[in-house]
Structure formats: structure tokens, C-alpha cells
């Protein structure tokens, strides 16, 4: 076997390998919960942006530890 036949098996053995392990369907998220649960002493809801529902956290929270009240 010549060094270009090695080669090109060598390549063809590769892309064979990479297609039988590649996922047929990637999703990048979960599908979103129907509605977003929030307890009768909880601040709740879904920031919407032009493009849907966005991602992310808004915390409230007080504390006298620092010299500033926050």
C-alpha cells in the first residue's frame, strides 16, 4: 500500500467514523415549562424580550453586614 493510499483509506476511515457518531438532532435547550411556578410569599414572572423569553435571575436581597445598606 502506497503512502497515498494510506492516507486516503486513513481519511476515509475518519469521515465514516465522525458521521456514525454524530448525533442525527442537537438542541441546544430543554423545552420550556408551561408555566413558571411562584409560591403565594414569592416575587415571580418571565422577562420577555423582542425575541421571547429571556434567561436569567433577578435576586432581592437586604443586609446590614456591610457598611452600606444594600
Known amino acids: 500500500m502506497s503512502k497515498t493510499q494510506f492516507m486516503r483509506a486513513t481519511a476515509a476511515v475518519a469521515l465514516v467514523t465522525a458521521l456514525a ?3 442525527a438532532s442537537v438542541r441546544a ?3 420550556p415549562d408551561a408555566a413558571v411556578q411562584v ?3 414569592d416575587l415571580g414572572g418571565v422577562v420577555r424580550g423582542a425575541d421571547g423569553p429571556e434567561a436569567g ?4 436581597a437586604e443586609t446590614s453586614d456591610l457598611p ?3
Open 39 to 41: 409560591g403565594a410569599s
Open 29 to 31: 435547550q430543554a423545552a
Open 57 to 60: 435571575v433577578w435576586v432581592i
Open 68 to 70: 452600606t445598606r444594600l
Open 21 to 23: 457518531l454524530a448525533p
